[in-house]
């Protein structure tokens, strides 16, 4: 049996009616929340790197890949929200979709907060850049960008970085405004740890 009837022959017959459904129709937003209500977990994580390789998502080329510049950083569809056991469901099978770059997130971001402590800067932005490289961009990048950026540099090579992720990332309003806010927390707190003698780290 070739591969691909072999993973033709996986497919379950719920997973095929949501594949099915959307590619025929003339409004998948609408349909893509009715499945979702009811496609089996087991089913979840395969639907959602194919819902993210299709043109359904608004962009017409495949997006499987993790964003890896901020201009492709931006929300998914406006779902209607479902039972709360569903939208877990959906979250835990997001998350078996996405399972190996959680857990090279989860290694890296280990690295870079003991950098950071260590006040071993370069070390932490080269952590940082792995993840960014083979993680992708995410909010959780910017803001440790931006703290580290302000505690080995200071508050204009912060600036700089925070106006460089607005200007990219315009197509996506959230990202500039938690860009933006994080910024001014980070400059509002060194501010207030040097009268304290003393800085918090956080992301």
């Not at 499987?64 to 901020?70: A, D, I, K, V």
Request: proline share 5%; with cysteine; aromatic share 10%.
């Amino acid at each position: 049996m070739s591969n691909r009837r072999q993973r033709v022959a996986n497919r379950s017959e719920d997973l095929e009616r949501f594949r099915n459904a959307l590619r025929g129709s003339r409004h998948p937003v609408a349909h893509y929340e009715q499945l979702r209500a009811t496609l089996p977990l087991a089913d979840i994580p395969q639907a959602v790197l194919w819902v993210r390789g299709t043109p359904y998502r608004g962009i017409g080329t495949s997006d499987r890949e993790l964003p890896r510049s901020f201009d492709r950083m931006r929300p998914n569809w406006p779902n209607a929200p479902l039972p709360m056991s569903a939208e877990f469901r959906w979250a835990v099978g997001t998350a078996v979709a996405f399972q190996n770059e959680l857990r090279r997130f989860v290694q890296l971001s280990t690295a870079f907060s003991k950098h950071l402590l260590a006040s071993s800067f370069d070390e932490a932005s080269k952590a940082l850049g792995t993840i960014d490289a083979e993680v992708g961009k995410s909010l959780w990048g910017i803001k440790a960008r931006l703290l580290l950026l302000q505690l080995a540099t200071g508050f204009e090579a912060q600036k700089r970085f925070a106006g460089e992720v607005t200007t990219a990332a315009r197509r996506n309003s959230l990202v500039p405004y938690i860009t933006y806010f994080a910024s001014v927390r980070n400059e509002k707190r060194a501010l207030n740890g040097s009268k304290r003698g003393r800085q918090v780290y956080t992301c």
